[in-house]
């Protein structure tokens, strides 16, 4: 995630954002609908929310807008997205669709009217979040949480169950036809009749006449005057464009799944940001080495001056970003991501003329396909403009073992810098940057590179101070021969690369290619400069965190220090299985019963994982019933984490100790601790549960009362998701029985709610405990 700065976003923010997915090729079929097929509704239901959405992103807003544009904004539902996840992952279920379509823009008028040529669509039979919604309500709303799949007949009923399984609801709205046209009926109206062949003119033909206008002369790639390097490079470094955005960062969950490959802040001190996204594939069992690679590129400041040179660099620092993660950039694929004004004259639609022409020449000459995208033209709030916006997503796959990752890793190692030259109209040369990909790539393959980071917006300076704040490694770079004025100068497609002392020589004979100096210290020399990494690290992080502050202020109370003790005792284990079943109730809301389940696979047990469907009461009834038999033939239970019920109302973990304060769960719960000696788990919602239900810390069902101990917001106020270090103090409990005391442990947390919270007493009766 990140944000870009420029006036014209004052009004209309960009913030930079993406998810990927990936399927087993054999879960997709590729069929066309055919007469008798019927199209299937699965998902939320349908409300009044998100209508017009579509034509509302492309329409200029003003002061008045935030009054009348609320119905355009869609109500996400991020449960139910999720059990639409989990459904699409079973290959009987994708087996059987043979199209299908999600209701954003245009709602179900698109999502089931794009699926095939002839189709009648009864809206009456459309599920409703609430009555009175007319027809024209119900065909236009838009949501993410709702898809549109073609069925034949024969194999709807069997889909829909599926989908019950998922706790999900599923609905026939509409069957295909011959009749090539798209019919809409209401109420027994035919409310739409289109002729299919119409539609596939797209309506009207328009013409445009744009005029694209030369960039200044003097231009975006004029090297600065140097004056005073030292206040240069913390200005740099403070830039809105530059400086750290790590307290955004971390709003965001960088590890679900456990598939994340590249955290989004590298080193030791998680301090050297991550040129993109690298993640294993979502496999069900066992282990992969494939994965994912995704980066993107783009400039505000370089697409205002030119619009194509901003889309050429876009597309260019997207790639550059895929190789110095290790990816093989000639396997990737782009995605575009446009963003303009309101197009009012020749030369405002010049701009996206300009812009789309820049990335057609990067397509081109690099030999690399964009699929899909996404434009907008309603960057325009009164007479205020976005700067003519289109960024770059690149996406290959690759293996995650060779990954690389962007802060400097040894003192004494070198630092290289593979340059980019450009001609006399800025344009990239980009033979020399295929060939600097190439090589690159087949040094990573053979364990040669220790780090590499795509030059950014600041230059070489305030890229190689990012890649030094990782792990608090310096660099001497008065060994090197970059001029000056280029530390600080514009260098998209350029790729810093820190490598062993030895092949330094060697790297050096590729074109373009110089040494740049020499890792170690806690300083970064330039000519007669000397500036500590500790005054840049400040510049760099000062100037957003009063708006995403990393850290909490004014914190109050002592932190208690717990002493290290060896246990005196020994468990003994009652029963005499070697393979323990483990049940992974899985409540709406949970998202991690996947990866707990694989890793308690990976140790060797049985893992039963079960959704719970609440539909309605009768399934509610059937659930419990069915977890408590599940319950009885497990040896341990894991409660995983999540965000149950949206973490809504009063915290997390609410919903699901209220189901297992039932009556049967409960005895059932009981025979298994206390009877069969069992165990239980429960990490983040899954804990928070258990501190509700009394489990933890007392062993046993309590009620809650205001006094017990509890979890609660985290002190800065907001989500968290990076790595912290764990001590072991206690091995009391099973889970810790094979560590050691004063063991430490580097661990990924994401939550809002990690704060454990208890009275001096109870927490003094805890510590004596040895818990």
């Not at 030292?230 to 790590?246: H, V």
């Amino acid at each position: 995630v990140k944000e870009y700065y420029h006036p014209g976003f004052m009004a209309k923010r960009m913030e930079i954002g993406a998810v990927i997915a990936a399927a087993p090729e054999n879960h997709v079929i590729r069929e066309r609908p055919q007469a008798g097929d019927v199209v299937i509704l699965v998902g939320g239901r349908t409300g009044r929310d998100g209508m017009g959405g579509a034509t509302g992103s492309s329409k200029e807003l003003n002061t008045e807008s935030i009054e009348t544009c609320g119905a355009e904004v869609q109500k996400g539902n991020p449960l139910t997205e999720r059990k639409i996840q989990c459904l699409f992952r079973r290959g009987e279920v994708t087996r059987l669709i043979k199209r299908c379509n999600d209701f954003g823009a245009g709602g179900v008028s698109v999502a089931a009217g794009e699926l095939t040529d002839g189709l009648s669509i009864n809206l009456d039979s459309m599920p409703k979040k609430y009555e009175g919604l007319d027809g024209t309500e119900l065909a236009i709303s838009e949501s993410q949480e709702r898809m549109a799949v073609v069925v034949r007949k024969e194999d709807a009923d069997r889909f829909i169950s599926y989908a019950a399984e998922e706790n999900l609801e599923a609905t026939v709205i509409a069957d295909v036809n011959d009749s090539g046209r798209l019919v809409m009926t209401w109420r027994g109206d035919r409310i739409v009749d289109i002729s299919r062949a119409f539609l596939n003119t797209n309506g009207a033909s328009q013409r445009k006449d744009v005029y694209i206008a030369k960039p200044d002369e003097e231009g975006f790639f004029v090297r600065p005057e140097i004056k005073d390097i030292r206040a240069m490079w913390l200005e740099a470094m403070g830039d809105l464009n530059n400086a750290s955005q790590q307290g955004l960062a971390e709003r965001f969950d960088s590890t679900v799944g456990a598939g994340t490959v590249l955290m989004p802040f590298g080193g030791r001190y998680q301090k050297t940001p991550a040129d993109g996204m690298a993640a294993k594939f979502p496999v069900r069992r066992g282990q992969t080495d494939s994965a994912s690679f995704m980066a993107h590129g783009f400039d505000p400041d370089l697409a205002e001056w030119s619009p194509f040179h901003g889309a050429v660099y876009a597309v260019l620092l997207s790639v550059t970003r895929l190789v110095a993660m290790g990816a093989d950039w000639r396997r990737a694929y782009l995605t575009l991501q446009e963003y303009f004004e309101k197009l009012t004259d020749r030369t405002s639609w010049g701009k996206p003329a300009a812009a789309l022409l820049g990335a057609f020449h990067m397509q081109a000459a690099l030999g690399l396909g964009a699929i899909g995208g996404k434009d907008s033209m309603s960057g325009t709030f009164n007479d205020l403009h976005v700067p003519p916006t289109l960024v770059s997503f690149a996406v290959a796959p690759g293996k995650a073992s060779e990954a690389v990752s962007q802060e400097l890793k040894q003192a004494g190692n070198t630092l290289m810098l593979f340059g980019m030259p450009k001609d006399e109209t800025g344009m990239p040369n980009l033979d020399v940057f295929k060939l600097h990909a190439d090589f690159l790539y087949q040094e990573v393959k053979k364990g040669n590179i220790a780090a590499m980071k795509a030059v950014g917006h600041g230059g070489v300076a305030v890229t190689a101070a990012e890649m030094a704040f990782g792990n608090k490694l310096g660099v001497d770079f008065t060994t090197g021969t970059l001029p000056l004025p280029k530390y600080f100068g514009n260098f998209y497609g350029a790729i810093i690369v820190e490598t062993a002392p030895e092949l330094a020589e060697e790297y050096a004979k590729q074109p373009h290619t110089r040494i740049l100096g020499t890792i170690g210290g806690d300083v970064m020399k330039v000519a007669d400069t000397e500036i500590s990494l500790e005054d840049l690290l400040c510049a760099y992080e000062k100037t957003l965190d009063p708006i995403f502050p990393r850290r909490a202020e004014n914190l109050t109370g002592t932190i208690p220090v717990i002493a290290e003790t060896e246990p005196k005792f020994r468990f003994a284990v009652k029963t005499a299985i070697t393979r323990p079943k483990v049940f992974i109730p899985t409540m709406p809301g949970t998202n991690c019963e996947v990866d707990s389940a694989r890793a308690f696979e990976r140790a060797g047990a049985d893992t039963d994982i079960f959704i719970m469907r609440n539909r309605d009461a009768a399934e509610l009834k059937e659930s419990v019933e069915e977890m408590a038999r599940r319950i009885s033939r497990s040896q341990i239970v894991m409660f995983p984490g999540g965000f149950s019920v949206g973490d809504e109302p009063d915290g997390s973990g609410k919903f699901i100790a209220a189901v297992f304060r039932n009556a049967k769960l409960m005895e059932a719960m009981e025979e298994l601790l206390h009877i069969r000696d069992g165990l239980v788990l429960g990490i983040c919602n899954g804990f928070q549960a258990l501190i509700k239900l009394g489990l933890v810390p007392y062993g046993e069902f309590k009620p809650l009362t205001e006094e017990a101990p509890t979890l609660t917001f985290n002190t800065i106020g907001r989500h968290l998701s990076h790595y912290v270090t764990t001590k072991v103090v206690s091995t009391k409990s099973p889970w810790l029985s094979l560590c050691r005391p004063g063991d430490l442990h580097s661990i990924p947390i994401s939550h809002g709610e990690g704060r454990f919270i208890a009275s001096d007493e109870q927490i003094r009766a805890l510590i004596a405990n040895g818990q």
